[in-house]
């Protein structure tokens, strides 16, 4: 009878690193555990700060707005010239007309209520309609800062006297314009229409936004093209030697200097040297474009290395000159690339704040400029100064501006998408 040898027992089946494949499997499982927790990890931090800032800055979006009446009488306002009036006296009239048979103290009162640009808002309606005159102007104004955020429930009543910003007198009269149905809030316009001011009430996001508006296209009209012809020069034009791979090597370097540094080249150079004017977007522009350059020129070299070279070499095959391959074949091709790049790389300029604070991009400007020469802040810079300012309505505000930018950027980058997925061609 013959031997039966018994054979070996199995052995776990191993991969050529001599790890098993249980144990492989374990490892992969918990990468991907991994992966999808710092994944959620982020989106839940992205979604709190989003929560965060929608529940601080919700509020800006809005105003309280009290109606009055406003007696144009005649003796006070000269049709021929009706903004030399004399506005504090006609505000004074209002009170007594909005609020019949009130005392001395009571009519103080409320004229605080009101904020200090209603006599604005009062005074330019009468010079936009000179026929008002001799009427009375029934017309909503903005309420002061304290008693817009009484209205919005921010101020406690409960709290003691000596700790609010208003009185309990104070806040009788506003009850009694509220009783009265004078009282109500409204979405937010100055925000988008008026500048900067002391005044939260009145402050807006005009003069950043033609601010942020004037920068970048002095950064757009000076980065891309000098940008797009330095990387055509070198990635298809320039010899390859030790001078093109130390100017490969410096331009890969400034794109990751930090931007404050382009601030001090810009305060320096710009600005002490040349004499360009202190807190123009002109100058914001130029410092912005010497940051963003480096970033168009690796995203446009990245986007001529991937136009397969059969497009070069077609070309090439049926008699164009290497100018024409470039710019007829190659540079099209590559152009969504291109522009995705340029796009995320001014989003990420208009984000930039240490490099105009340098510049004196921070300034109190009450106007929006007229032209990129003019005084002005950016969106960023604006947010810096809402963000230190110690009135109680400028909390809301900061994270409005917040919310403001945020959108722009998000917009920007969705441009990016789009022109990427509208525009690429598949190999």
């Not at 009706?82 to 009162?109: F, I, S």
Request: aromatic share 8%.
């Amino acid at each position: 009878m013959a031997d039966v040898t018994a054979s070996p027992p199995a052995r776990p089946i191993r991969d050529s690193g001599g790890t098993t494949l249980g144990r492989r499997h374990r490892r992969e499982g918990i990468l991907r555990a991994a992966g999808l927790t710092a994944i959620l990890l982020a989106v839940g931090m992205l979604l709190l700060m989003l929560g965060a800032l929608a529940l601080s800055g919700y509020q800006a979006f809005t105003q309280t707005h009290a109606t009055i009446d406003v007696p144009l009488e005649p003796d006070l306002i000269d049709a021929g010239n009706p903004a030399a009036a004399n506005w504090r006296t006609v505000m004074r009239r209002a009170g007594e007309a909005t609020l019949p048979g009130a005392d001395a103290e009571t009519l103080r009162t409320f004229r605080d209520i009101l904020s200090d640009g209603a006599q604005y808002a009062v005074r330019d309606r009468v010079v936009a309609d000179p026929s008002l005159i001799g009427t009375t102007l029934r017309i909503a104004v903005p309420l002061s800062d304290p008693y817009d955020q009484l209205h919005k429930g921010l101020v406690d009543r409960a709290t003691p006297e000596a700790n609010r910003r208003v009185s309990d007198a104070e806040i009788a009269v506003y009850d009694r314009l509220a009783a009265d149905g004078r009282v109500g809030a409204r979405f937010n316009w100055a925000l988008f229409s008026a500048a900067d001011s002391r005044f939260p009430e009145l402050a807006g996001l005009r003069g950043a936004l033609v601010g942020s508006f004037y920068t970048l296209a002095i950064c757009f009209a000076l980065a891309f093209p000098i940008g797009i012809g330095a990387a055509i020069y070198l990635e298809e034009f320039a010899p390859k030697n030790r001078v093109s791979d130390f100017i490969e090597v410096n331009i890969n370097n400034l794109a990751a200097v930090p931007s404050v540094v382009f601030g001090l080249l810009a305060l320096s150079v710009f600005i002490n040297w040349f004499g360009l004017p202190r807190s123009a977007p002109f100058v914001g522009g130029l410092t912005l474009a010497l940051m963003v350059m480096p970033t168009i020129i690796i995203a446009t070299r990245a986007s001529l290395k991937a136009v397969p070279p059969s497009i070069r070499e077609a070309a090439l095959g049926v008699g164009a000159s290497p100018q024409q391959v470039v710019f007829q074949h190659v540079l099209p091709l590559a152009m969504p690339g291109i522009m995705t790049g340029t796009i995320i790389g001014m989003a990420h300029a208009l984000g930039e704040t240490a490099p105009l604070l340098l510049i004196g991009m921070n300034a109190f400007i009450t106007a929006a400029p007229a032209t990129p020469f003019d005084s002005a802040t950016t969106l960023p810079t604006q947010i810096f100064i809402w963000a230190d300012s110690p009135e109680r309505g400028f909390v809301s505000r900061t994270s409005a501006a917040i919310l403001v930018l945020l959108g722009v950027l998000l917009a920007m980058n969705a441009l990016a998408i789009w022109l990427r997925s509208r525009f690429e061609r598949r190999w």
